[in-house]
Each structure stands twice: as C-alpha cells, then as structure tokens.
C-alpha cells in the first residue's frame, strides 16, 4: 500500500513556475515507476510525465516537451515535476500517481494508487 500526498499547486501568471512535490508513504518507493497526470475540468485525465523506478528512463508529453521536468529522490520517497514557462492551458488538477512494476507507462489506468490532487491555475 502507498499514500501519495501532492503539495505545490497554487495560482500564477502565465510564463511562471511551480514546483510540485508528491510525499510517498511506505518503504518501497525505490520499486514504483511514478507519473503526473492532469485533469482539466469536462476532459478526460492525460499523462503528463512519468518516470521509471531509478530515474533512468522518462517521459514527457509533447505540450510540456522543454518546459516540464520530472524527477525523483528514492532517499526522500518524493517525486517533483518543475513546471517553467507555465501556460493556462496548464491549468488543471495534477495528480501523481505511482505504479507497482518498475516500468512507467503514459495509460493512467495502467498506475495503482494516486494522490488527491493539487490545483494548478495559470492566468493569463
């Protein structure tokens, strides 16, 4: 079992930055491929990036390609996205997520437990 607790959503001018964290709980986080995702309001939850158990493979999608970076501290049990150059349509719910084989994938069903969400509002 993980519990995901994600902090860092909040409101800001377009061209800005955040930084959100995702807290996991548990002693296995090392073994957890991780992602964020995204949910607009009347749109369906998209793949935002994800990254794979040790760091080594990533991935992003092509609306945040240069802009967004993932990362992770296995030591930490914390997942980061940095987000520069943010655009309002950035906005949305972003979610993280972790997924129990070590290999990340961009399918949100494919992930086992999620967080509840922080809100990221870009305007413009």
């Known amino acids: 079992q993980v519990q995901l607790v994600e902090s860092g959503g909040g409101l800001v001018q377009a061209g800005g930055s955040l930084r959100l964290s995702c807290a996991a709980s548990?002693?296995?986080?090392?073994?957890?491929?991780m992602g964020w995702f995204r949910q607009a309001p009347g749109k369906e939850r998209e793949s935002v990036s994800t990254i794979n158990r040790n760091g080594g493979s990533v991935y992003y999608d092509d609306s945040v390609k240069g802009r967004f970076t993932i990362s992770r501290d296995n030591a930490k049990n914390t997942v980061y996205l940095e987000m520069n150059s943010l655009k309002p349509e950035d906005t949305a719910v972003y979610y993280c997520?972790?997924?129990?084989?070590?290999?990340?994938?961009?399918?949100?069903?494919?992930?086992?437990?999620w967080g509840q969400g922080t809100q990221v509002t870009v305007s413009s």
């Open positions: 548990g002693r296995t986080f090392s073994s957890y491929a």
């Open positions: 997520a972790a997924r129990s084989t070590g290999w990340s994938s961009r399918e949100f069903r494919d992930y086992d437990y």
